[in-house]
Protein backbone atom coordinates (compact mmCIF):
# COMPACT_ATOMS: atom_id res chain seq x y z
CA UNK A 1 0.00 0.00 0.00
CA UNK A 2 1.05 3.26 -1.07
CA UNK A 3 1.08 5.99 1.74
CA UNK A 4 0.93 9.09 -0.90
CA UNK A 5 -2.65 7.62 -2.23
CA UNK A 6 -4.09 8.18 1.63
CA UNK A 7 -6.35 11.18 2.82
CA UNK A 8 -4.39 13.67 4.87
CA UNK A 9 -5.38 16.94 6.86
CA UNK A 10 -3.45 19.60 8.56
CA UNK A 11 -5.50 21.74 10.77
CA UNK A 12 -5.24 24.27 13.33
CA UNK A 13 -6.09 22.69 17.33
CA UNK A 14 -6.85 25.78 19.91
CA UNK A 15 -6.85 22.86 22.01
CA UNK A 16 -3.57 21.96 21.61
CA UNK A 17 -2.02 25.34 20.56
CA UNK A 18 -0.40 23.47 18.08
CA UNK A 19 -1.29 22.23 13.89
CA UNK A 20 -2.09 18.65 13.74
CA UNK A 21 -1.56 16.13 11.13
CA UNK A 22 -4.68 13.61 10.71
CA UNK A 23 -5.00 10.72 8.08
CA UNK A 24 -8.81 9.59 7.45
CA UNK A 25 -7.74 5.78 6.88
CA UNK A 26 -6.25 5.51 9.84
CA UNK A 27 -7.87 7.58 12.55
CA UNK A 28 -6.49 6.80 15.65
CA UNK A 29 -3.56 8.34 14.17
CA UNK A 30 -2.46 12.02 14.83
CA UNK A 31 1.01 14.21 14.63
CA UNK A 32 1.02 17.82 16.49
CA UNK A 33 3.57 20.35 15.50
CA UNK A 34 3.85 24.23 15.20
CA UNK A 35 4.63 24.51 11.96
CA UNK A 36 1.95 23.25 9.55
CA UNK A 37 4.65 21.24 7.37
CA UNK A 38 5.91 19.49 9.82
CA UNK A 39 2.71 17.92 10.67
CA UNK A 40 2.28 16.96 7.24
CA UNK A 41 5.37 15.11 6.96
CA UNK A 42 5.29 13.96 11.06
CA UNK A 43 1.65 12.21 10.09
CA UNK A 44 3.38 11.14 6.68
CA UNK A 45 6.29 9.21 8.67
CA UNK A 46 4.03 8.01 11.00
CA UNK A 47 1.58 6.24 8.37
CA UNK A 48 4.98 4.45 6.61
CA UNK A 49 5.88 3.30 9.82
CA UNK A 50 2.52 1.93 10.78
CA UNK A 51 2.26 0.35 7.11
CA UNK A 52 5.58 -1.10 7.84
CA UNK A 53 4.69 -2.60 11.10
CA UNK A 54 1.41 -3.70 9.56
CA UNK A 55 3.81 -5.61 6.56
CA UNK A 56 5.44 -6.97 8.97
CA UNK A 57 2.95 -8.74 11.30
CA UNK A 58 0.78 -9.60 7.58
CA UNK A 59 -1.63 -7.43 8.43
CA UNK A 60 -3.49 -5.92 5.82
CA UNK A 61 -3.69 -2.20 5.24
CA UNK A 62 -6.43 -0.18 5.20
CA UNK A 63 -7.48 0.51 0.89
CA UNK A 64 -6.73 4.66 0.35
CA UNK A 65 -9.91 6.53 -0.24
CA UNK A 66 -8.62 7.92 -3.57
CA UNK A 67 -8.22 4.41 -4.49
CA UNK A 68 -12.02 3.00 -3.73
CA UNK A 69 -14.42 2.76 -6.62
CA UNK A 70 -17.94 5.10 -6.07
CA UNK A 71 -21.14 3.91 -7.43
CA UNK A 72 -22.58 7.36 -7.42
CA UNK A 73 -24.89 5.94 -5.41
CA UNK A 74 -26.45 5.95 -1.20
CA UNK A 75 -29.17 6.35 0.09
CA UNK A 76 -30.20 9.25 2.86
CA UNK A 77 -33.11 8.77 5.37
CA UNK A 78 -34.38 12.19 5.96
CA UNK A 79 -38.16 13.19 8.24
CA UNK A 80 -40.87 12.75 6.13
CA UNK A 81 -41.71 16.74 5.75
CA UNK A 82 -38.32 17.14 4.77
CA UNK A 83 -38.30 14.88 2.05
CA UNK A 84 -42.32 16.08 0.82
CA UNK A 85 -40.36 20.10 1.17
CA UNK A 86 -37.56 18.62 -1.38
CA UNK A 87 -40.24 16.60 -3.68
CA UNK A 88 -42.19 19.79 -4.06
CA UNK A 89 -39.28 22.48 -4.79
CA UNK A 90 -38.30 19.09 -7.59
CA UNK A 91 -41.59 19.89 -9.09
CA UNK A 92 -41.31 23.74 -8.52
CA UNK A 93 -37.96 23.36 -10.88
CA UNK A 94 -39.07 20.76 -13.53
CA UNK A 95 -36.18 18.55 -12.18
CA UNK A 96 -36.27 15.04 -10.53
CA UNK A 97 -35.73 14.54 -6.70
CA UNK A 98 -32.56 12.91 -7.61
CA UNK A 99 -31.39 15.91 -9.43
CA UNK A 100 -32.15 18.65 -7.40
CA UNK A 101 -30.34 16.22 -4.32
CA UNK A 102 -27.26 15.77 -6.08
CA UNK A 103 -26.96 20.01 -7.27
CA UNK A 104 -27.95 20.62 -3.86
CA UNK A 105 -24.97 18.39 -2.34
CA UNK A 106 -22.50 19.35 -4.63
CA UNK A 107 -23.46 22.75 -4.03
Known amino acids: ?3 DHY ?3 VRWSAEDDEFVGTVAEFPSLS ?3 EDQAEAFQGIRDL ?4 LDDMRDSGEMPPEALADRSYSGKFMVRVPPEVHRRLA ?3 AEQQVS ?3 LAASRLAG
Open 7 to 9: TYR
Open 97 to 99: LNR
Open 88 to 90: IDA
Open 31 to 33: WLA
Open 1 to 3: MNA
Open 47 to 50: VAEV
